[in-house]
């Protein structure tokens, strides 16, 4: 399956997420904040960063910035509390599949299903 980053300040978020994720087969890590995740990305390269928007330090929105900048950038996505609206680059990069949305509170199966969509896995 996928190597996934998990990045989100908070720590039962990001454990529900794991568990989701790693009970359908994906090699999960993590990081508490953007900056941590930065560097995350750059131990892994994961195929998929899972991210909030709102979280000290670096955010999600700066963390997406830079992720977009390296030469293979990561698919994203984007897990807010907020509904979360993409606006200029980010709205075309969700029109070519390489980031998407889910709200919280979400399912399982929103989860899944959304993961699913952007690595391009068969739904289970």
Not at 35 to 52: K, M, N, S, W, Y
């Amino acid at each position: 399956m996928a190597n996934i980053l998990i990045v989100d300040d908070d720590d039962n978020m990001r454990r529900l997420i794991k568990t989701i994720l790693e009970r359908r087969g994906h090699q999960v890590s993590e990081a508490r904040d953007g900056l941590e995740g930065i560097a995350r990305f750059e131990e892994r390269l994961p195929d998929l960063v899972v991210t909030d928007m709102v979280m000290p330090g670096i955010g999600g929105l700066a963390l997406l910035t830079e992720l977009q900048r390296r030469s293979s950038p990561p698919k994203v996505l984007v897990v807010s509390g907020k509904q979360f609206r993409p606006e200029g680059d980010l709205s075309r990069l969700a029109a070519r599949g390489l980031i998407g949305f889910v709200e919280k509170p979400f399912t399982p199966a929103d989860l899944s299903r959304s993961v699913d969509t952007l690595i391009g896995s068969p739904p289970g």
